[in-house]
């Protein structure tokens, strides 16, 4: 099985890669689906049923919206998220549902009546994963035209039931020339050829494209960073959902510009780069799942303190560090969980920490010892860290959470740096203690919102 890096960052909306990204790509699916059979000009009623996490932390998450917008045919890449909202608001409001309507010539109108065709089950789970949803489709008598069970097993990862008892990755049987499946390997493989750890994924990238695409998708999604960032820093106001969270990016910037030299601040300056990326996905904006939207603002911030605070900073750099991050997620994804409502919020945000770490020890100029010890202190010391959301939202603790983890990565790097790569624990057996810690801790603290600060904290 085969990932790319492209995979693992890919562009989509806000709040959520595993219950907002993946369900509008599940609900597109089947839509596509429904054509690809025949019956999408028969269908006259469909039904979704979200299950686990999904029904449990679903509203919190805009899952239901995500749904609607999928139904319709809008991708997480594409959809306009200016216009998402009133998008959501003319179908509750008509009662309509315009089945892949983003497709001239293909759209199929329905009436839809969201309280009785899209179930969320809070305390229901399906087999396999803990992220799950049915969708039908129904003629005009009630007769079953297709029913399909997905899963959305984090980073906007989606996979159905034919998928069940195979890995849970994307199945991608690609040939690829130099194919690790554990730090060991992408240790060995460095070692035999001489290559960096980026220039490794690289190689193996090029089974997909070329290598002038792979720096220009990589280049774009460095970009589509940046302008989320931008954006979190200049705006203000309450984040949707009910908890009434005000946004502190843009003033907290305003503040440590009129405090001088940004190099006296550069780690609170890392922090805001990633609360700003945090804002923008709760508040449903455009991000890069970086490799989950709940942990998107670690990257993108760690990579900011490279281009900002590290001399000799370029783009080549950039290129370099996402292809690393992409190396050492690719790992986290194949032998244990990116997917809060699987492992707790060290599948996310850990994950994040990890890879962030060993990309800039990687453009620091690390070893490729040094860049896998950088991602194993990363990780290390997120073991155990929960997923507990109040009130079901993106918001409280994960955007503070991702500036703390931006800022622990660029420790990591650096105390990597500052040995020789030999350390005690390898990156491959703090991934192993992670999924196995994960599969150790009560289902209530893995993103159901029933347990921690979410049951702790009251919503007002």
Not at 152 to 157: D, T
Not at 398 to 410: H, L, P, T, Y
Not at 443 to 460: F, H, P, Q, S
Request: charged share 25%; proline share 3%.
């Amino acid at each position: 099985m085969a990932i790319s890096v492209f995979d693992l960052f890919s562009i989509g909306i806000g709040p959520s890669s595993s219950h907002t990204v993946g369900p509008m790509r599940a609900a597109r699916m089947f839509v596509t689906r429904l054509k690809k059979d025949g019956v999408l000009a028969e269908t006259a009623s469909v039904r979704a049923e979200l299950f686990g996490s999904l029904g449990a932390t679903g509203h919190g998450h805009g899952t239901p919206k995500a749904v609607l917008l999928g139904l319709e045919g809008h991708s997480p890449r594409t959809v306009n998220v200016e216009t998402a909202d009133d998008e959501v608001e003319r179908i509750r409001q008509s009662g309509r549902l315009r089945l892949l309507g983003t497709e001239i010539g293909n759209a199929h109108e329905i009436t839809f009546d969201e309280p009785n065709q899209l179930i969320l089950h809070r305390r229901r789970s399906l087999p396999y994963h803990a992220n799950g949803m049915t969708l039908f489709a129904y003629d005009a008598s009630g007769t079953p035209l297709l029913e399909k069970t997905y899963y959305s097993v984090g980073g906007g990862f989606v996979v159905d039931e034919d998928a069940v008892g195979e890995d849970r990755i994307k199945l991608d049987d690609t040939v690829l020339k130099y194919p690790f499946r554990s730090g060991d390997e992408m240790l060995r493989l460095a070692n035999e050829t001489g290559l960096s750890i980026s220039s490794l994924m690289l190689e193996n990238e090029k089974a997909w494209r070329t290598e002038e695409e792979i720096r220009e998708g990589l280049l774009e999604i460095w970009r589509v960073m940046q302008s989320c960032v931008a954006r979190g820093m200049s705006r203000e106001g309450i984040l949707p959902g009910g908890l009434r969270v005000k946004r502190r990016a843009a003033s907290t910037a305003r503040q440590l510009r009129t405090e001088g030299d940004a190099m006296m601040h550069r780690s609170e300056w890392t922090t805001i780069y990633a609360m700003a990326v945090n804002e923008e996905n709760a508040a449903g904006g455009r991000v890069v799942t970086a490799p989950t939207n709940g942990a998107a603002g670690v990257l993108p911030a760690v990579l900011h303190y490279y281009t900002n605070f590290v001399p000799g900073a370029d783009e080549d750099g950039v290129v370099r560090f996402l292809l690393a991050a992409g190396a050492i997620g690719m790992l986290f994804k194949e032998n244990a969980s990116i997917s809060g409502a699987e492992v707790g919020c060290q599948g996310e945000v850990g994950s994040a920490c990890s890879m962030a770490a060993g990309a800039l020890a990687e453009v620091l100029g690390g070893t490729p010892e040094q860049v896998e010890n950088a991602a194993e202190i990363g990780m290390e010391h997120n073991l155990g860290l929960t997923c507990d959301p109040v009130g079901g939202l993106v918001q409280i603790p994960c955007i503070e959470r991702n500036g703390m983890a931006a800022v622990k990565a660029v420790t990591a790097a650096k105390m990597a740096m500052r040995g020789d790569g030999s350390h005690k624990v390898s990156l491959d057996k703090v991934i192993k203690t992670m999924k196995e810690t994960g599969a150790d801790m009560k289902v209530k603290y893995k993103e159901t919102a029933r347990g921690g600060l979410a049951v702790n904290v009251i919503e007002c």
